[in-house]
């Protein structure tokens, strides 16, 4: 079985990149939806909602959860 590490870049993203307690909960979450989705739907289908959050948080809030936006001074 091969290991897809999809769901730490899916993690911390949703969490906000440079933020730590961002990519603790980020990882939770990920990580609860993933074992969510192997015992009830399958586990082939245990990365898909790693994508789903990746996809939605990077539309939604590019930031993550937890990120500030910088505001850039020229």
Do not use: D, H, M, W
């Amino acid at each position: 079985k091969r290991y897809y590490p999809y769901g730490n870049f899916a993690s911390t993203v949703l969490g906000g990149i440079g933020v730590f307690y961002g990519g603790v909960v980020g990882g939770l979450i990920i990580g609860l939806t993933e074992v969510y989705t192997a015992a009830y739907i399958g586990s082939n289908y245990r990365n898909i909602p790693a994508f789903i959050i990746l996809i939605l948080v990077l539309f939604l809030r590019p930031t993550g959860l937890f990120g500030a936006k910088q505001v850039k001074k020229v």
